[in-house]
């Protein structure tokens, strides 16, 4: 699996925005795909998580209920949505798979494969 993240960019606070990755390879669609971010001078933390069907989804704290993590197996892409952004949203967002356990963790060393990351930037 090979991962390309995309969809960032600047937007108020309060504001919305999408961002989505796109992946290739037959496993996408068995894989534990996650969203991570990591603001300057913190550690990259879990945003969301979703299993291989889609069924089953897990959010930090501080996103849930803001956020939404969704996918279409059909075209190998994961989405976040985010909605009522706060300044502290503000980080790049990077897109993970777990393509060998059927759980969804939070700790991004269980992610083998990530994408490039995109740069959400929320302002005042």
Do not use: H
């Not at 600047?10 to 894989?31: M, Y």
């Not at 550690?43 to 996918?71: H, L, P, Q, W």
């Not at 949203?89 to 700790?107: E, N, Q």
């Amino acid at each position: 699996v090979q991962l390309q993240a995309s969809g960032g960019g600047l937007v108020q606070a309060g504001g919305s925005l999408r961002v989505s990755c796109a992946g290739s390879g037959r496993s996408f669609s068995t894989s534990i795909m996650g969203w991570f971010r990591q603001a300057p001078g913190k550690d990259r933390e879990f945003v969301a998580g979703i299993n291989g069907s889609g069924g089953k989804t897990r959010y930090s704290d501080s996103v849930k209920g803001r956020f939404t993590i969704s996918r279409d197996n059909g075209k190998n892409t994961v989405y976040l949505q985010m909605n009522s952004l706060k300044l502290e949203d503000t980080a790049v967002y990077y897109c993970a798979a777990d393509l060998r356990s059927g759980f969804i963790y939070v700790s991004a060393s269980v992610y083998g494969v990530w994408g490039q990351g995109t740069q959400v930037t929320v302002s005042s």
